[in-house]
């Protein structure tokens, strides 16, 4: 299978993952194009509670072990489930309680990215 379809199946499975746990405000920032960018692909969403942030992080995890026999290559932020990071190298996912997502607004310091928002 190519690269490309491995890292689509893997951003298609993570997305699956998060509306399973009523994760909110999705978008995946596609920073391909942009030079020295830390990752090809970058998924932002929303949780209300520290419980839930940590849910959507255990259900990414778990999900695309279970489907795709994939692990993540980092995971920090679990301490305190403000901003759990889950990376996947070519696919990073940032998982914010709301507070968390507007005061680091990640999406605006990647202004450059293409922005898809992800309808639930």
């Not at 909110?24 to 194009?33: A, P, T």
């Not at 999900?63 to 696919?91: A, F, M």
């Not at 940032?94 to 202004?111: A, N």
């Amino acid at each position: 299978m190519s690269k490309i379809n491995e890292k689509q199946q893997l951003v298609d499975k993570i997305i699956e993952a998060i509306q399973d746990t009523k994760g909110e405000d999705i978008q995946i920032l596609d920073l391909s194009h942009i030079e020295n960018s830390v990752a090809d692909t970058f998924i932002v969403c929303s949780g209300n509670s520290n419980t839930q942030v940590s849910a959507i992080a255990g259900n990414i995890e778990k999900k695309v072990r279970n489907e795709l026999h994939d692990r993540p290559w980092h995971v920090e932020g679990t301490e305190s489930s403000l901003w759990v990071l889950v990376d996947y190298i070519s696919v990073v996912v940032h998982i914010f309680q709301r507070h968390t997502r507007e005061y680091y607004d990640i999406e605006s310091l990647w202004g450059d990215a293409k922005v898809t928002k992800v309808e639930s």
